[in-house]
């Protein structure tokens, strides 16, 4: 089993940076791959990034076009999720998640969310 346990989120302004934490816990997280979704309110959920257990295996959103980076602290079996220039689309709850593997799919493991707004 895995715990995610994800924060960070707030209110900003357009331009400014955010960055959002996970922690996991429980005896698989620190083999797992873990990542990001987001979803806006009426919208489908959209994949923002994962990274793999080792670091590495690293793959982003079409959307992020190097404005966010993903990393991962093995000791402490946390992922981080740095975001600049954000803007109003950004708008949304970031879920964490964690799997076996990296990637865009559906994941096992879902954080319990946490809220970024952009405001223009």
């Known amino acids: 089993q895995v715990q995610l346990v994800d924060s960070g989120g707030g209110l900003v302004q357009a331009g400014d940076s955010l960055t959002l934490s996970c922690v996991g816990s429980g005896e698989l997280v620190a083999s797992y791959a873990m990542g990001w979704f987001r979803q806006a309110p009426g919208k489908k959920r959209e994949f923002v990034a994962s990274i793999g257990w080792n670091g590495r295996n690293i793959y982003y959103g079409d959307f992020v076009k190097e404005r966010f980076t993903i990393s991962r602290d093995s000791t402490k079996n946390t992922v981080y999720l740095q975001m600049n220039s954000l803007n109003p689309e950004d708008t949304a709850v970031y879920y964490c998640?964690?799997?076996?593997?990296?990637?865009?799919?559906?994941?096992?493991?879902w954080g319990q969310g946490t809220q970024v707004t952009v405001s223009s």
């Open positions: 998640v964690s799997d076996q593997a990296s990637g865009n799919y559906g994941y096992t493991y």
